[in-house]
């Protein structure tokens, strides 16, 4: 229970070693091919790029958390995020991020989103303590 006595959410994820070169993470009816092979796997996530993918979920799931609240109309969104990892000690030492919205709705209405999605994001909030999270919210500039 939290402070306000509501349950606490619990996460379950399955991670197996299936040879030297291939890992797998199951939760629910899913599977994520893991690139675990020293030499990398181009056919899998490497964990770093499993982050940048948690964070990128986080914020598309944030945004559609809050579009029927607030009554925001869009038609995609698209989310581009870079890290860049430190070597000593290893860790991801910043993460940039674009986000892209298909929408009519006002540049107002777009910082609210934005806010919103950093406000209320568990990944969100998780990474932005130990690392330089920074990045933008902007619209899609339409294509002729």
């Known amino acids: 229970m939290d402070r306000r006595g509501a349950a606490k959410m619990q996460f379950d994820v399955v991670a197996t070693r299936l040879s030297a070169h291939a890992s797998e993470a199951r ?3 899913a599977d994520i091919a893991l690139d675990t092979d020293l030499a990398g796997n ?4 490497n964990p770093a790029e499993l982050l ?5 979920a986080c914020m598309i799931k944030g945004i ?5 609240i607030l009554k925001f109309e869009l038609r995609g969104v698209e989310v581009f995020v870079q890290g860049v990892r430190q ?6 030492e910043s ?7 298909d929408t009519d709705e006002s540049d107002r209405r777009l910082e609210l989103l934005h806010d ?9 909030n998780t990474v932005a303590p130990g690392t330089e999270l920074s990045g933008i919210l902007r619209r899609k500039v339409p294509t002729s």
Do not use: H, W
């Open 87 to 92: 070597d000593v000690p290893p860790r991801m």
């Open 27 to 29: 939760c629910k009816q």
């Open 116 to 124: 919103n999605v950093k406000k209320f994001g568990t990944v969100f």
């Open 64 to 68: 559609e958390r809050v579009t029927p």
């Open 42 to 45: 181009p056919d899998a996530f």
């Open 52 to 56: 940048l993918a948690a964070l990128s």
């Open 95 to 101: 993460i940039t991020y674009e986000i892209v919205v």
